[in-house]
Structure formats: structure tokens, C-alpha cells
């Protein structure tokens, strides 16, 4: 009887150390085992909801930026066009420019040039001055020829003055007879 007790209680000790396997029965599911699988089920289908709607929102957001960076690329373009529309100047900007830059310019070089080509054998009877073509047109009269080409030719060795004689003729209603002479003078 020992004996028989002994083995009894080694099978039995024996059965309760080995591992068993679960007694989970599919082709049977008991109540625990349907609650645990539909909430399975049900936080499965929260997560794919949950997922699908971050889906929507990234693909909203995207469609966003897409639009901002499109509107950014026209924005960048208008700016572009209208600086080189600034920067590109028309024929008639183009000529005002000219001409502020020639009315800028002044005539005191030229005039200057006058006053050291003059002597006293010269008299000046007419000074216009032409800022936008950079030329002094004078009248002036001199005892003989001889003095108004020496006139001239002081004028001429003054550098960047040109000097052009437009006429020149004898006053003959004048007792003296002094010669009248036009010249343009310019710079350049």
C-alpha cells in the first residue's frame, strides 16, 4: 500500500509538472473566449477608423500645402516680371533719361573756354546756350579776320572744344567795318 501510495503520488506529481497546453477550443468557444475575440475585433476596427481618418487629414493637409506653394510660385513669378519690367526701360524712358542727363550737365566748361579764348580785339554780341546739345552758339564781332581766326584757333586748342564757323561777313553799315562772325561751339 505504501507502495502503491508512492507511485500514486509520483504520477501525480509527475502530471502536475508537466506543461500543458492551453485549453483553448475553437471549434467550441466558450463565453470568455467570444468577449475576449469581439474586443479583439472591436478595438481592431477603432484602429483602423482611427487610422483612416489620419489618412484623410494628412492627404487635406498635403492638398494645402500643394495649393500655398503653387499660389508662392505665381507670386514669385509676378514679383520677377515686374522687376525686369522695371529694370527694362522703354525707348521713351530711355530718352527722358537722355535728356535729364544732358540738362544735368552744364554749360560752365564751354563758357569757361570762351572766357580764357578772349581778348580784347573781340566782342561778344550774342551768347545762346544749348545745355541738351552741349553747344554755345555766338555772334561776335572783331576789328579784322585776322583777330577772330586767332579767337578761333585759342578756342581751338582748349581740349574736348570744338569749334564750327557758321558765317562770317563784313559789317558794312558800320563806319569801322568790323567783321561779324558766328561760331558754334561745343564740347566733346
Do not use: C
Not at 507511485?7 to 471549434?27: E, G, H, K, N, V
Not at 482611427?50 to 500645402?65: G, I, L, P, V
Request: proline letters at 4%.
Amino acid at each position: 500500500m505504501i507502495a502503491r501510495l508512492k507511485s500514486r503520488l509520483a504520477s501525480s506529481w509527475q502530471y502536475a509538472r508537466t506543461p500543458r497546453a492551453p485549453s483553448i477550443d475553437f471549434q467550441h468557444p466558450g463565453a470568455t473566449s467570444r468577449a475576449l475575440l469581439f474586443v479583439l475585433w472591436l478595438v481592431a476596427a477603432v484602429l483602423i477608423v482611427n487610422t483612416w481618418q489620419h489618412w484623410q487629414r494628412m492627404e487635406q493637409q498635403q492638398q494645402q500645402t500643394d495649393e500655398r506653394e503653387q499660389h508662392f510660385i505665381q507670386l514669385t513669378r509676378q514679383q520677377e516680371l515686374l522687376i525686369q519690367a522695371a529694370i527694362r526701360l522703354s525707348p521713351r524712358q530711355k530718352q527722358q533719361v537722355a535728356a535729364f542727363a544732358q540738362q544735368s550737365a552744364t554749360p560752365f566748361a564751354l563758357m569757361d573756354a570762351v572766357a580764357q579764348a578772349w581778348s580784347r580785339e573781340i566782342a561778344l554780341t550774342r551768347v545762346e546756350v544749348n545745355t541738351q546739345a552741349q553747344q554755345v552758339h555766338l555772334d561776335l564781332e572783331a576789328k579784322g579776320l585776322v583777330d577772330a581766326f586767332r579767337f578761333v584757333e585759342r578756342l581751338k586748342a582748349q581740349p574736348g572744344v570744338h569749334v564750327n564757323l557758321q558765317q562770317s561777313a563784313r559789317k558794312t553799315n558800320d563806319p569801322q567795318h568790323p567783321v561779324q562772325v558766328k561760331l558754334v561751339i561745343g564740347a566733346g
